[in-house]
């Protein structure tokens, strides 16, 4: 892996002044005029830290691959205004995600690129044209990462990608995906170059990405960083980050130091698996005969952990073994009995289904009587814990592996739980949203409740596009069943 900057010594021009004696910093201070002193605020080279300033040097993809929090939208912001303002007439590509990260991040956000400058060299932002503009005649367009086919046609100078990681990777009507069309944007120029920058996910991209910036050729530089390093985040949010990761060794390591891991020793589920029968399609649901929402409740009033609510579909096979299951939504929270219970009516009523599975050992009765007093007429069907969480989760894994559970685009909250949850480690916090998972598979493909397993209801309605997974080619077969048996 290509790094540049590796120092110590981490901290920006602005930070060594800030760490010096009261009479130190007046003395360095006071030789600036009040001018220099405002033109300072937007001075990316006093402020940046080494491993936030871009170098100079001859890189076609620079990957800033580092913590939540470390500083990459503002770093992308700055070297997307560097390029504008130093090279007039530049046009410059911004790929996010999807199109509200694009605009909500990476053009308006508090570190994008709109506020990064000072004001007389702001540009102007016309969001009905997804552009911006400065007076030089420099402009950028934003682009969504779920809509490939946007970024054909499209020639720039320079790219940014934000949160690369989590792009989706199915590929356009031409076979194309978001990051193949963008690098063939790169294009004018003598010297086309692309930044990116994402938290380190352990997808085929990636693992791609890295083992290129190990080859000088390539022209592919890496650097790394934690959010620690960003003083200007608040104790309280790093307090509360190292919190939420607490007992999680492998996920803090990713997700606060920025690193990039080859897997977890004893995860019971894999990125592979997940990424290999992944159902991308920001658009269409796949179509699901049964349906549930899977509840893992919390009861306490304030509590520390989040309800899991996860929304899961089967198709109508009556062998279970040969049974498909697609999760449709995550819509944990962190909230009372009585806000959680809204937000389960909400995806009952949402997903078309009257069927809800929760854990009776966490308070049954009590699950029951907060969603039955929002809505009686759902069905709840009470499932009791007398296995450990290991070997709940072992068939759900299993069938996993058989190709017979797909994530409908991306969950990255629950995913992260699935491949970084390790039973056998000790403290490590409860996964919530998992254990939502395994409830609502268990439901639909190991063993139903009799009502799950051969009642026909004729009243709701099909949810979704007609498909049929088979592993690894992903091809439509069709449903298509005259009513749906629960």
Same mark, same amino acid.
């Given at each position: 892996m290509?790094k540049?900057?590796?120092?110590?010594?981490n901290?920006?021009v602005?930070q060594?002044?800030?760490d010096?004696p009261?009479e130190k910093?007046?003395e360095?201070?006071?030789?600036?005029t009040?001018?220099?002193l405002? %033109?300072l605020k937007y001075d990316?080279?006093?402020n940046?830290r080494?491993?936030?300033?871009?170098?100079?040097?001859?890189w076609?993809?620079?990957?800033?691959?580092?913590?939540?929090g470390?500083?990459?939208?503002r770093?992308?912001s700055e070297?997307?205004r560097?390029?504008?303002?130093?090279?007039?007439g530049?046009i410059?590509?911004?790929?996010a995600?999807t199109?509200?990260d694009?605009?909500d991040?990476?053009?308006?956000?508090?570190?994008?690129i709109?506020?990064?400058?000072?004001p007389?060299e702001?540009?102007?932002y016309k969001g009905?044209?997804?552009?911006?503009?400065?007076?030089?005649?420099?402009?950028?367009l934003?682009f969504?990462? @779920?809509?490939?086919?946007?970024?054909?046609g499209?020639q720039c100078h320079?790219l940014?990608?934000?949160e690369v990681?989590?792009?989706?990777?199915?590929?356009d009507s031409?076979?194309?995906?978001?990051?193949?069309?963008?690098?063939?944007c790169?294009?004018l120029?003598d010297?086309?170059q692309i930044?990116?920058?994402?938290?380190?996910?352990r997808?085929?991209?990636m693992k791609?990405?890295?083992?290129d910036?190990?080859?000088?050729?390539?022209?592919?530089l890496v650097?790394?960083g934690?959010t620690k390093?960003?003083?200007n985040l608040?104790k309280?949010?790093?307090?509360?980050l190292v919190?939420a990761?607490?007992?999680?060794?492998?996920?803090?390591?990713q997700?606060i130091?920025g690193?990039?891991? @080859?897997?977890v020793q004893?995860a019971v589920?894999?990125?592979?698996s997940?990424d290999?029968f992944?159902?991308e399609?920001?658009?269409?649901?796949?179509?699901?005969?049964?349906?549930v929402v899977a509840?893992?409740p919390t009861? %306490? %009033?304030?509590p520390?952990d989040e309800c899991?609510?996860?929304?899961i579909?089967?198709?109508?096979?009556?062998d279970l073994s040969?049974?498909?299951a697609?999760v449709?939504?995550?819509a944990?929270?962190?909230?009372?009995?009585e806000?959680?219970a809204?937000?389960?009516?909400?995806?009952?009523?949402k997903?078309?289904t009257?069927h809800v599975?929760v854990?009776?050992?966490?308070?049954?009765d009590?699950?029951?009587?907060?969603?039955?007093?929002?809505d009686p007429?759902?069905?709840?069907?009470?499932v009791v814990a007398?296995?450990g969480?290991?070997?709940r989760?072992e068939?759900?894994?299993?069938?996993?592996?058989?190709?017979?559970?797909h994530i409908w685009?991306?969950m990255e909250?629950?995913?992260e739980?699935?491949?970084?949850?390790?039973?056998n480690a000790?403290?490590m916090?409860?996964?919530?949203r998992l254990?939502?998972?395994?409830w609502?598979?268990v439901?639909l493909?190991?063993?139903?409740p009799?009502e799950?397993r051969?009642?026909?209801?004729r009243?709701?309605?099909a949810?979704?596009?007609?498909?049929?997974?088979?592993?690894?080619?992903?091809?439509?077969?069709?449903f298509?069943?005259?009513?749906k048996?629960?």
């Amino acid at each position: 892996m290509s790094k540049f900057n590796e120092k110590t010594d981490n901290r920006s021009v602005a930070q060594k002044i800030a760490d010096l004696p009261k009479e130190k910093q007046i003395e360095i201070l006071g030789r600036y005029t009040p001018e220099q002193l405002e %033109a300072l605020k937007y001075d990316w080279n006093f402020n940046g830290r080494p491993n936030q300033i871009v170098p100079k040097t001859n890189w076609h993809i620079l990957l800033a691959c580092a913590g939540r929090g470390f500083g990459k939208t503002r770093m992308l912001s700055e070297w997307v205004r560097d390029k504008a303002l130093s090279e007039p007439g530049t046009i410059i590509g911004i790929v996010a995600r999807t199109a509200a990260d694009a605009r909500d991040v990476i053009a308006l956000g508090e570190s994008g690129i709109m506020n990064v400058h000072a004001p007389h060299e702001r540009p102007t932002y016309k969001g009905s044209i997804r552009k911006i503009e400065w007076e030089n005649g420099s402009y950028a367009l934003l682009f969504s990462a @779920d809509t490939p086919d946007q970024l054909r046609g499209f020639q720039c100078h320079y790219l940014v990608g934000d949160e690369v990681a989590a792009w989706p990777t199915k590929p356009d009507s031409s076979g194309a995906t978001a990051w193949s069309n963008a690098v063939v944007c790169a294009r004018l120029g003598d010297n086309p170059q692309i930044l990116l920058a994402t938290t380190p996910k352990r997808t085929e991209f990636m693992k791609q990405m890295i083992e290129d910036s190990k080859n000088p050729d390539n022209k592919i530089l890496v650097v790394s960083g934690s959010t620690k390093e960003n003083r200007n985040l608040s104790k309280t949010y790093i307090e509360n980050l190292v919190r939420a990761y607490d007992g999680n060794e492998d996920l803090a390591r990713q997700e606060i130091e920025g690193e990039m891991l @080859d897997g977890v020793q004893g995860a019971v589920f894999t990125q592979e698996s997940i990424d290999e029968f992944r159902i991308e399609d920001p658009e269409d649901p796949p179509y699901t005969h049964l349906r549930v929402v899977a509840v893992d409740p919390t009861v %306490a %009033a304030e509590p520390r952990d989040e309800c899991g609510i996860v929304v899961i579909g089967a198709n109508q096979v009556k062998d279970l073994s040969k049974r498909q299951a697609f999760v449709l939504e995550d819509a944990s929270l962190k909230a009372s009995p009585e806000v959680w219970a809204r937000k389960v009516v909400e995806m009952a009523k949402k997903w078309d289904t009257k069927h809800v599975l929760v854990e009776r050992n966490q308070g049954g009765d009590l699950v029951r009587m907060v969603i039955h007093n929002l809505d009686p007429t759902l069905i709840i069907h009470t499932v009791v814990a007398t296995k450990g969480k290991a070997l709940r989760a072992e068939p759900v894994a299993q069938a996993m592996e058989q190709g017979r559970i797909h994530i409908w685009n991306f969950m990255e909250k629950l995913e992260e739980q699935m491949v970084f949850w390790d039973p056998n480690a000790s403290g490590m916090k409860s996964p919530d949203r998992l254990d939502a998972l395994v409830w609502g598979i268990v439901g639909l493909l190991i063993d139903p409740p009799y009502e799950l397993r051969v009642k026909t209801v004729r009243t709701t309605t099909a949810v979704g596009r007609k498909l049929d997974i088979k592993r690894g080619n992903g091809k439509s077969r069709g449903f298509t069943p005259k009513t749906k048996r629960f």
